[in-house]
């Protein structure tokens, strides 16, 4: 069985430029995940879809960050514009029921 | 909201010695809790869970047993290899059908010295 695909693996880009990352979750997992998770601290939830419908955006800064899933299968999240604050290791997650299976993940740097 | 608190890192041991990494968690209800490890260059790899008070899930040598009297979720190994060094997440998911949100620590770094 596939697991999670991500890409890019990794991406550096400028303060204020855009940048896009996606996800391919693991077939007939309806919910998907994207996590932040910034050096030295562990993973935490920027967004929560059920197959196209978004169940929790709480963490999202959305003033910058977006993410769609619109057929209900792979995903995509942009920054646009990025800040150094930024920098981090982007996860995506997808699951069955409750135990998530995660990606390897895209490690963006800021400059 | 739900929390969960991990030992300082990082660790290291020598091979065969025996391991503890301490896990609290802060949640209402009871909630779902798991072990995760991140090998280096990869990505987080599911390694025990334990869905209830008193189970105990283990793997690859690896235990932890659900204690919700103390809230916590410790890590135990009886002897260690040094093909286990990694970072071990403790993380938890709220009570409830379907799919929950990981709460995840803040991760530790183990490493084995041969």
């Known amino acids: 069985e596939a697991g999670v695909a991500q890409s890019p693996r990794y991406k550096i880009i400028e303060k204020r430029q855009s940048v896009a990352f996606w996800c391919n979750p693991i077939?007939?997992?309806?919910?998907l995940y994207w996590y932040q998770q910034i050096l030295g601290q562990g993973p935490k939830l920027l967004i929560q879809f059920q197959n196209n419908g978004v169940v929790d955006d709480s963490q999202l800064p959305k003033d910058r960050f977006s993410a769609e899933r619109l057929k209900g299968v792979d995903s995509t999240l942009k920054i646009q514009p990025a800040k150094l604050e930024d920098s981090a290791v982007y996860l995506c997650?997808?699951?069955?029921?409750?135990?998530?299976?995660f990606g390897p993940g895209t490690r963006l740097l800021v400059l | 909201g739900d929390s969960v608190t991990q030992m300082e890192g990082p660790v290291t041991l020598s091979e065969e010695a025996f391991l503890t990494i301490n896990c609290t968690y802060t949640a209402t209800g009871y909630p779902s809790l798991f072990w995760y490890v991140q090998y280096p260059g990869e990505g987080l790899q599911l390694l025990l869970k334990a869905t209830k008070a008193d189970d105990k899930g283990s793997n690859k040598g690896f235990e932890a047993t659900y204690r919700k009297e103390t809230t916590s979720f410790h890590l135990e190994k009886g002897s260690v290899q040094v093909s286990d060094s990694a970072v071990y997440f403790c993380?938890?998911?709220?009570?409830?059908?379907?799919?929950?949100?990981?709460?995840f620590g803040q991760g530790t770094r183990l490493t084995i010295n041969p």
């Open positions: 077939s007939g997992h309806a919910t």
């Open positions: 997650a997808s699951s069955l029921t409750k135990t998530q299976y």
């Open positions: 993380a938890l998911s709220d009570q409830g059908e379907g799919a929950q949100k990981l709460v």
